[in-house]
């Protein structure tokens, strides 16, 4: 079975999403911006939310995480939770 591990910002708005990839974008670390600003528990860790299966998170995440390139910044990605800024750090298909 599929696994990935990621890493995510969450936040409230669009545009708030956009500001923050242009930070990273521009050198801003990632983790740095995750502890500052993300809406979601795992911003304590950097945004690392560990290693997960298909199937395991919210279909619009799981379709980037399972598709996009690792190590590049992926988003906004638009789920109920809110806004996120995507990076997978490691997949194994």
Do not use: Y
Request: glycine fraction near 12%; proline fraction near 4%; hydrophobic fraction near 40%.
């Amino acid at each position: 079975m599929a696994q990935a591990a990621a890493r995510h910002i969450l936040v409230g708005t669009e545009a708030e999403c956009l500001d923050l990839k242009q930070q990273i974008e521009n050198g801003t670390d990632f983790a740095e911006l995750a502890k500052k600003h993300s809406k979601c528990p795992s911003g304590a860790q950097g945004g690392a939310l560990g290693t997960f299966g298909r199937g395991q998170m919210v279909p619009e995440f799981d379709e980037v995480v399972f598709s996009a390139p690792v190590g590049e910044v992926q988003g906004p990605v638009k789920t109920q939770f809110g806004f996120h800024l995507v990076e997978v750090t490691h997949r194994t298909d």
